[in-house]
């Protein structure tokens, strides 16, 4: 295509027929110009498509018919065995998830892992990037040591934390023992094992908030601060009344993002699972939605049912994210 | 200028970045086709012939893939192992439903081995018209599992796991129980109820310090296995709620562990294989390759103290089959390959190397497994004792969801009760779990 580009160019310039030899006659030349100019009209009009299709195209393959198909797939009983198989069964897939305890469970285990893990991870990032901001020696380093953990793989380090909240062996009931503390069945108990799942992802996630805040902080005006503090404001006070604002807007980036990890989370309750499907503990105590869909779709195979359940979170996402747009909306127009 | 010449340069980059994506990308999507097309025969005219397999196989550890191709020299053999069944397994199937991307020769766990049959039977040829297999070489019940209602045979056995029970003889010597394996087998012989009993005498003397079994889930799994009838009646029905035989297995194992005669554990779980390395337990159910996990988790000082009893009842606990998809570019290699890596002389031969124990009883009288001895058993002669385990186990009806309704049972089940739940509780979570998962 490039190189029709090049014979395509001249007429631009007003044509190559006259630098021709005139042996050819003049109709000849006419529409070989009437040609390349067609050509380039034609060029002109489709290439910008052909430059963005592959995005398109993979959009279609990968992101648009899944989507579609999951929906359609939804309407249908269809096992992993014989996806090909299907039969009709309209809502029903949706209906059932009205009085699936498993679901609701899910829905509210997801829920409160994400508060646990959202709201400390939220406010300790913004504890340590008020601290970074300060002029400390060896900043960078301070930095980089706090997106090593976004750095490390999931699996790694949920194995690793497997291991840490182990009940008999594990190196945190270990300190607990030395306090006199009993020991923790941190898979098994229903507070203790979302408490030990959220931690990961507070482990997980507290330095990249933190450095989004930090930079956030850093484009605040310096002068700010002096003029709060010529009014004799404190360094809590300037906190408060000077770095917030400023940073509302990030905050609320942040909420935002934090909100929908919180709502995917996965990684972390499949490997803490001391079990081998996706059940989220023996009692389900610290199964997520997308944990739910998993094991519907992988383990048990029922492909209708998992894709109903996609479908419903996604709905789900959709009004969270309503509810977060309106509440935005809300704090912007109250600043 | 110099600015004209670093945007060239980075032009050229971009230029060299795009076409190298490109390059990866389109020898990416043409792997496939390259791959098929080569294997037809490889520049040196050999026939190319591939396996699937997961786990531990050691076909090649044993040898035998450079001992089949000197036989053959116009073979070539590849495999390609997925370490766990849970990975393999749901890319098979997905290979399997969509005809594509399966190999030459492709591995099928027991677990999953009557789903294969009922749903995906037609993509395999039928092994029992292989040339030179014999139904008869194989342990009946082995061989009905890979058969379909037909009459075909999409996959002949490679291994099975008799199972006996494993018992430390320091820690029954300690806990006043006898350490003669014939007398230690009488303790339990005929009855899992016996087990438990024993596992009493065996708190009242050892105490705290140690558990009687090492799970509740391979109590469980033990019994089950026992039986001819558990999960599915014949017909294919789902009875496992209405089956005494289940509950029963589960009372007795629930009741157990009410009396803390298992640990609180789950099988292959970090914390569990500590307790082996920590000594923590005096007797897991056991199939010959659970020795050599026993061996892998162990202080080398249990080397020796280790020996094998005899099982209330005999059971199956794990085994593989060998199936040749019909896709494939070299069905008659595959299928002689397949039929000469099974039998019983190569089985012998595995089980030597790797404690695979063979599915084909001639493999039994030979020296390979009657003269084998395990570190961890000392001079326990655990060919002998699994064969006899191996010869009384009886023909179990399987179906399709057995291990969903298995890891219900244990995972969601009888674990609850070491952790303080009663029987009933934990029946109900378990069939609640259970129910939910089996329902399309």
Same mark, same amino acid.
């Given at each position: 295509?490039?190189?029709?580009?090049?014979?395509?160019?001249?007429?631009?310039?007003?044509?190559?027929?006259?630098?021709?030899?005139?042996?050819?006659?003049?109709?000849?030349?006419?529409?070989?110009?009437?040609?390349?100019?067609?050509?380039?009209?034609?060029?002109?009009?489709?290439?910008?498509?052909?430059?963005?299709?592959?995005?398109?195209?993979?959009?279609?393959?990968?992101?648009?018919?899944?989507?579609?198909?999951?929906?359609?797939?939804?309407?249908?009983?269809?096992?992993?065995?014989?996806?090909?198989?299907?039969?009709?069964?309209?809502?029903?897939?949706?209906?059932?998830?009205?009085?699936?305890?498993?679901?609701?469970?899910?829905? +509210?285990?997801?829920?409160?892992?994400?508060?646990?893990?959202? $709201?400390?991870?939220?406010?300790?990032?913004?504890?340590?990037?008020?601290?970074?901001?300060?002029?400390?020696?060896?900043?960078?380093?301070?930095? $980089?040591?706090?997106?090593?953990?976004?750095?490390?793989?999931?699996?790694?380090?949920?194995?690793?934390?497997?291991?840490?909240?182990?009940?008999?062996?594990?190196?945190?009931?270990? $300190?607990?023992?030395?306090?006199?503390?009993?020991?923790?069945?941190?898979?098994?108990?229903?507070?203790?094992?979302?408490?030990?799942?959220?931690?990961?992802? &507070?482990?997980?996630?507290?330095?990249?908030?933190?450095?989004?805040?930090?930079?956030?902080?850093?484009?605040?005006?310096?002068?700010?601060?002096?003029?709060?503090?010529?009014?004799?404001?404190? +360094?809590?006070?300037?906190?408060?009344?000077?770095?917030?604002?400023?940073?509302?807007?990030? &905050?609320?980036?942040? $909420?935002?993002?934090?909100?929908?990890?919180?709502?995917?989370?996965?990684?972390?309750?499949?490997?803490?699972?001391?079990?081998?499907?996706?059940?989220?503990?023996?009692?389900?105590?610290?199964?997520?939605?997308?944990?739910?869909?998993?094991?519907?779709?992988? &383990?048990?195979?029922?492909?209708?049912?998992?894709?109903?359940?996609?479908?419903?979170?996604?709905?789900?996402?959709?009004?969270?994210?309503?509810?977060?747009?309106?509440?935005?909306?809300?704090?912007?127009?109250?600043? | 200028?110099?600015?004209?010449?670093?945007?060239?340069?980075?032009?050229?980059?971009?230029?060299?970045?795009?076409?190298?994506?490109?390059?990866?990308?389109?020898?990416?999507?043409?792997?496939?086709?390259?791959?098929?097309?080569?294997?037809?025969?490889?520049?040196?005219?050999?026939? *190319?012939?591939?396996?699937? /397999?997961?786990?531990?196989?050691?076909? *090649?550890?044993?040898?035998?893939?450079?001992?089949?191709?000197?036989?053959?020299?116009?073979?070539?053999?590849?495999?390609?192992?997925?370490?766990?069944?849970? !990975?393999?397994?749901?890319?098979?199937?997905?290979?399997?439903?969509?005809?594509?991307?399966?190999?030459?020769?492709?591995?099928?766990?027991?677990?999953?081995?009557?789903? @294969?049959?009922?749903?995906?039977?037609?993509? %395999?040829?039928?092994?029992?018209?292989?040339?030179?297999?014999?139904?008869?070489?194989?342990?009946?019940?082995?061989?009905?599992?890979?058969?379909?209602?037909?009459?075909?045979?999409?996959?002949? =056995?490679?291994?099975?796991?008799?199972?006996?029970?494993?018992?430390?003889?320091?820690?029954?010597?300690?806990? =006043?129980?006898?350490?003669?394996?014939? #007398?230690?087998?009488?303790?339990?012989? =005929?009855?899992?109820?016996?087990? @438990?009993?024993?596992?009493? *005498?065996?708190?009242?003397?050892?105490?705290?310090?140690?558990? %009687?079994?090492?799970?509740?889930?391979?109590?469980?799994?033990?019994?089950?296995?026992?039986?001819?009838?558990? %999960?599915?009646?014949?017909?294919?029905?789902?009875?496992?709620?209405?089956?005494?035989?289940?509950?029963?297995?589960?009372?007795?194992?629930?009741?157990?562990?009410? #009396?803390?005669?298992?640990?609180?554990?789950?099988?292959?779980?970090?914390?569990?294989?500590?307790?082996?390395?920590? !000594?923590? %337990?005096?007797?897991?159910?056991?199939?010959?390759?659970?020795?050599?996990? /026993?061996?892998?988790?162990?202080?080398?000082?249990?080397?020796?103290?280790?020996?094998?009893?005899?099982?209330?009842?005999?059971? !199956?606990?794990?085994?593989?089959?060998?199936?040749?998809?019909?896709?494939?570019?070299? @069905?008659?290699?595959?299928?002689?390959?397949?039929?000469?890596?099974?039998?019983?002389?190569?089985?012998?031969?595995?089980?030597?190397?790797?404690?695979?124990?063979?599915?084909?009883?001639?493999?039994? =009288?030979?020296?390979?497994?009657?003269?084998?001895?395990?570190?961890?058993?000392?001079?326990?002669?655990?060919?002998?004792?699994?064969? *006899?385990?191996?010869?009384?186990?009886?023909?179990?009806?399987?179906?399709?969801?057995?291990?969903?309704?298995?890891?219900?049972?244990?995972? !969601?089940?009888?674990?609850?009760?070491?952790?303080?739940?009663?029987?009933?509780?934990?029946?109900?979570?378990?069939?609640?779990?259970?129910?939910?998962?089996?329902?399309?």
């Amino acid at each position: 295509m490039t190189s029709r580009h090049d014979t395509a160019a001249p007429p631009a310039k007003g044509g190559a027929a006259p630098g021709r030899p005139p042996a050819g006659d003049a109709a000849e030349a006419e529409r070989k110009r009437a040609r390349l100019s067609r050509r380039w009209q034609r060029d002109m009009r489709w290439s910008p498509y052909a430059f963005i299709s592959p995005f398109f195209l993979l959009f279609l393959a990968f992101g648009l018919f899944p989507l579609i198909y999951t929906g359609w797939a939804s309407l249908h009983t269809v096992e992993l065995t014989a996806p090909t198989d299907m039969t009709w069964v309209g809502l029903r897939n949706y209906t059932r998830i009205f009085d699936d305890e498993f679901f609701w469970n899910a829905a +509210r285990n997801t829920l409160t892992i994400g508060i646990i893990s959202t $709201v400390p991870q939220l406010l300790m990032a913004m504890g340590i990037a008020h601290i970074l901001n300060y002029k400390l020696r060896g900043s960078t380093f301070y930095r $980089v040591a706090m997106l090593a953990p976004y750095a490390t793989s999931i699996a790694a380090a949920s194995l690793v934390f497997v291991l840490l909240f182990g009940r008999d062996y594990g190196m945190i009931n270990w $300190v607990l023992n030395l306090v006199g503390i009993d020991n923790v069945d941190w898979q098994n108990e229903h507070w203790a094992s979302q408490f030990a799942v959220s931690s990961i992802i &507070i482990w997980r996630w507290t330095g990249y908030n933190a450095l989004i805040y930090l930079a956030a902080m850093q484009a605040i005006p310096q002068d700010l601060y002096e003029s709060a503090a010529l009014d004799g404001a404190s +360094r809590w006070r300037q906190f408060v009344h000077v770095t917030l604002p400023s940073l509302r807007p990030t &905050i609320l980036f942040t $909420v935002v993002v934090s909100t929908i990890g919180a709502s995917q989370v996965f990684g972390e309750p499949l490997l803490f699972d001391a079990n081998k499907g996706a059940s989220g503990g023996s009692q389900h105590q610290f199964q997520t939605l997308g944990l739910y869909l998993y094991e519907q779709g992988w &383990i048990n195979q029922h492909l209708g049912r998992a894709s109903a359940i996609a479908w419903t979170m996604f709905l789900i996402l959709i009004v969270i994210g309503l509810v977060n747009s309106l509440i935005s909306r809300r704090l912007r127009a109250s600043s | 200028m110099r600015a004209a010449r670093t945007r060239t340069a980075r032009k050229a980059m971009v230029l060299a970045a795009v076409v190298s994506l490109g390059a990866g990308l389109l020898a990416g999507c043409a792997d496939d086709g390259d791959d098929s097309g080569k294997s037809g025969g490889d520049s040196s005219g050999k026939t *190319k012939i591939s396996l699937g /397999l997961f786990g531990a196989m050691g076909f *090649k550890e044993a040898g035998l893939y450079t001992e089949y191709e000197k036989l053959h020299p116009d073979i070539k053999i590849e495999e390609n192992v997925i370490e766990r069944n849970e !990975n393999y397994y749901p890319a098979l199937v997905n290979h399997l439903t969509t005809n594509s991307g399966l190999l030459d020769i492709q591995a099928i766990e027991v677990g999953n081995i009557a789903e @294969v049959v009922e749903t995906q039977a037609a993509k %395999f040829t039928d092994m029992s018209k292989a040339e030179g297999v014999k139904p008869d070489a194989w342990l009946d019940w082995k061989w009905q599992q890979a058969t379909t209602k037909d009459g075909a045979t999409i996959g002949l =056995g490679t291994d099975i796991g008799p199972m006996a029970v494993c018992y430390r003889k320091d820690l029954f010597e300690k806990a =006043g129980l006898p350490t003669d394996r014939e #007398e230690v087998g009488k303790l339990w012989a =005929g009855d899992w109820g016996k087990l @438990v009993e024993a596992g009493e *005498k065996y708190k009242k003397g050892a105490g705290k310090e140690t558990s %009687f079994m090492d799970s509740p889930g391979g109590l469980l799994n033990a019994i089950l296995s026992s039986e001819e009838q558990r %999960f599915y009646d014949t017909s294919g029905k789902v009875v496992y709620k209405d089956n005494p035989a289940v509950k029963a297995a589960f009372d007795l194992t629930a009741k157990a562990a009410k #009396e803390g005669l298992v640990q609180s554990q789950t099988q292959f779980q970090p914390a569990w294989d500590q307790t082996i390395s920590n !000594n923590k %337990f005096a007797t897991v159910a056991c199939p010959p390759w659970m020795l050599g996990y /026993l061996k892998s988790k162990s202080q080398p000082d249990a080397a020796g103290k280790w020996d094998v009893a005899a099982p209330p009842k005999a059971g !199956n606990w794990g085994g593989t089959f060998l199936g040749v998809p019909k896709s494939g570019k070299h @069905v008659k290699e595959a299928e002689a390959l397949v039929a000469w890596l099974t039998a019983p002389e190569q089985q012998a031969k595995l089980f030597a190397v790797q404690g695979s124990f063979p599915s084909a009883p001639g493999a039994y =009288g030979m020296s390979q497994v009657t003269g084998a001895k395990n570190e961890m058993t000392g001079d326990a002669p655990i060919g002998e004792i699994f064969a *006899k385990a191996a010869s009384s186990i009886p023909t179990q009806v399987i179906g399709p969801k057995d291990q969903i309704m298995q890891q219900g049972l244990t995972d !969601n089940g009888v674990i609850l009760v070491t952790q303080g739940k009663s029987a009933k509780d934990a029946w109900e979570t378990a069939v609640k779990t259970i129910d939910n998962n089996l329902e399309k």
